[in-house]
């Protein structure tokens, strides 16, 4: 029988402290993206006196953390659509969320050095999954990167979509982490992976590149082979890597987002996605002008509002937007075909109600690989794949079982 997975999040009856701290680092690449300071407004209406306690507390534990803080407006008009992305997950003022740091009858907040702060950052910090390790890709591009579970475990790599934070992806580290050594990492050039904002000089974004990624991670982490777990454009990056390596010694390929020709049908949403990227890829200006209208509140309004934040990150900037249209664009345009070649095991999956990637694609992919099997489940859509909902890790784990028989750290 499986051991419990580490828990994901906040452990139930933590402080208001740690789950602030919490929530703050979980929408730290958003507020490390830019030079500019943050706005975000409380949950609910306050004084402005109670504004003045909340953002000591707030400021407190963000340099506690060594994040810019976000500045603490009135109300939310007029704030991007990242902006509010971050202040609903922060809940500043919330009467039932950790945002309430700080005594309302002491305008100056908690001190600094108050051991609850540096408790609450410190529990926040050393949470599951833990700190990033910053790694050299191969051509010199600095990742942010995680491990977590048994050395010596078999291991896997979980490959997420292009451009999203690592939080996406937690809860497959840690549905997996108890039995296999499980090592992920961010998008190249899409984070801060110094002490500063921003993400650094701009990189390679060919599929290539992105696909070494891959076996970067597992020479940093001294893992000779690994399974690729890929999502959505992930799934992508982890056939090129099986494609170019025998170190990828199985796969599985979750709702990838597959550009097939016209061996197969393309969703509404990835038409729409294409044809967004190809713009905000032409130029900085393109992007700074895209940007704009992508800023607008509106664009939450289809966005799962507890993953919000980490779908908005790669439009927070002009910036970031011109590199996402340029990496992710590239993974939604490279023609998948030539890449079915992997001989390795693999695991296809999607299901009839993903309405983003468009499920004959995987169907062609399953069909056409040398070594392949096909699960279309009967239920769940496209960011379900994300939630690691039991079912699913039963499936993944199944599938790891026939091809993983015995613990292994290959260096």
Excluded at 206 to 216: G, I, M, P, R, T
Excluded at 316 to 336: A, F, I, S, V
Excluded at 384 to 401: K, M, T
Aim: charged residues 20%.
């Amino acid at each position: 029988m499986t051991a419990p997975a580490p828990q994901a999040g906040v452990a139930p009856g933590a402080s208001p402290g740690e789950t602030l701290a919490h929530a703050l680092l979980d929408t730290a690449s958003i507020l490390r993206a830019g030079t500019g300071r943050f706005r975000v407004a409380p949950a609910s209406p306050v004084s402005p006196a109670r504004l003045l306690v909340l953002q000591s507390g707030l400021d407190r534990l963000a340099r506690a953390l060594g994040l810019p803080g976000p500045e603490l407006v009135a109300t939310p008009e007029g704030l991007t659509a990242a902006e509010l992305a971050v202040g609903r997950r922060l809940a500043v003022g919330s009467a039932s969320h950790p945002g309430n740091v700080g005594d309302a009858e002491d305008p100056a907040g908690p001190d600094l050095d108050d051991p609850a702060v540096a408790e609450a950052a410190h529990r926040a910090r050393t949470a599951f999954p833990g700190p990033p390790v910053v790694l050299p890709a191969r051509d010199g591009a600095l990742l942010r990167c995680w491990a977590a579970g048994p050395p010596d475990a078999p291991a896997v790599a979980v490959v997420g979509a292009c451009g999203m934070p690592v939080g996406l992806t937690v809860n497959w580290l840690a549905a997996l982490s108890s039995r296999y050594r499980v090592v992920t990492w961010e998008s190249r050039g899409l984070f801060a992976t110094g002490e500063g904002a921003g993400p650094g000089s701009p990189v390679d974004h060919s599929v290539e590149a992105q696909s070494e990624d891959l076996l970067a991670v597992l020479d940093g982490f001294g893992i000779g082979r690994a399974h690729a777990l890929g999502l959505c454009g992930g799934a992508v990056v982890a056939l090129a890597a099986a494609a170019r390596s025998e170190r990828i010694d199985s796969l599985s390929l979750w709702h990838g987002d597959w550009e097939l020709g016209d061996a197969a049908p393309k969703t509404t949403h990835q038409r729409d996605m294409e044809s967004l990227l190809a713009m905000v890829a032409r130029g900085p200006e393109q992007a700074a002008g895209m940007h704009l209208l992508l800023s607008r509140p509106s664009t939450l309004d289809g966005l799962r509002p507890d993953l919000a934040h980490y779908l908005i990150h790669p439009y927070t900037t002009p910036e970031l937007l011109y590199r996402y249209g340029q990496l992710n664009g590239t993974l939604m345009t490279t023609d998948c075909r030539t890449l079915l070649t992997a001989r390795q095991p693999t695991l296809v999956v999607t299901s009839d109600q993903d309405t983003t990637a468009h499920p004959a694609g995987s169907l062609y992919v399953a069909r056409h690989l040398p070594s392949a099997e096909l699960r279309t489940l009967p239920a769940g859509d496209h960011l379900g794949a994300f939630d690691a909902r039991p079912h699913l890790v039963a499936l993944a784990e199944e599938f790891l079982h026939s091809v993983t028989d015995h613990p292994r750290k290959d260096t």
